[in-house]
């Protein structure tokens, strides 16, 4: 391992449902960020990493910690090797022979009172659903966790479009949150207003994958995201990390492309189908 990396590729919206095989995830990733590595000539000095929002009742994050914690993890599926690194908030150091670095971060996703979304990332700590807003985003201040409203489909739009507007127009939290673009985004889809809104306004935009919960949709992690040319010094890592995201004079420069319209419609019938049976 490196004291620090000089570059990180960053996927800003991670989930592991329960569909996914944790060694097909993991070389997904690693696959997906040395692909992007590669076309901006960066060689090996780069880490990926993982910026997980796990939902109401998981936490993969928490068993894969205690797994390295109890050192069980030269068995682990695909030949990956897990190390639990310092810091207030832990992360963990995911290891392959002849593949990348990935650095797993954890976070929580919570789904607000007006039927938002809030990621809490860079956090070991969890919050029921059902808050109101502002009190979720109080909570992330107190609890020093990175938030982001993520874009969704239909998210935006709306009672709930408006409210997302009166944030980012606020004097009061538009330098303290981030929005979050989301690779699910079909590229037939008009660019959100909200994100055309935060760039006039120097409002930081994350970029994630934002995986769904269906079969196949783990091999897209690590292929949408921001790309950061400054130092992580790995000595407290998600420390350095919610440094450089938070940052204003560090571009979180996005990478990656959209999903395809055929993609984006056959995964919404998939979704509506799932819910039915």
Known sequence: MMDAYPHSLVDGHVHFHPQYRRGS?????????????????????????????????????????????QQRSADSPAGWRFAVMAGLTPSILA??????DLLIIPGRQIIT???????ALATASTLKDGLPLLQVLE???????????PWGAGKWLGRRGDLVDQLIRSDAWRQRILLGD??????????????????????????GTDPLPLAGEELR?????????????????TAA????????NVPLNPYGNLQTNTRFVRNQLRLRLRKVS
Request: proline share 6%; charged share 20%.
């Open 139 to 149: 909570w992330t201040e107190v609890d020093e966790a990175i938030a982001v409203i």
């Open 221 to 237: 992690v690590g292929s949408y995201g921001a790309m950061i040319a400054a130092r992580l010094d790995m000595t407290y890592p």
């Open 113 to 119: 009172s007006e039927g938002l979304e809030v990621l």
């Open 95 to 100: 290891r392959h022979p002849g593949r990348p």
């Open 182 to 207: 989301s690779g699910g985004r079909p590229v037939a889809w008009c660019h959100p207003r909200h994100l055309e809104t935060a760039h006039r306004l120097n409002i930081r935009v994350l970029p």
């Open 25 to 69: 995830f993991l070389n997904a990733a690693a696959d997906n960020f040395a692909l992007q590595a590669g076309a901006l000539n960066w060689g090996t000095d780069w880490v990926g990493i993982l910026m997980l929002s796990e939902v109401r009742g998981r936490h993969w994050f928490q068993d894969l910690l205690s797994e390295a914690e």
């Open 241 to 248: 990390l919610k440094r450089l995201i938070r940052d204003p």
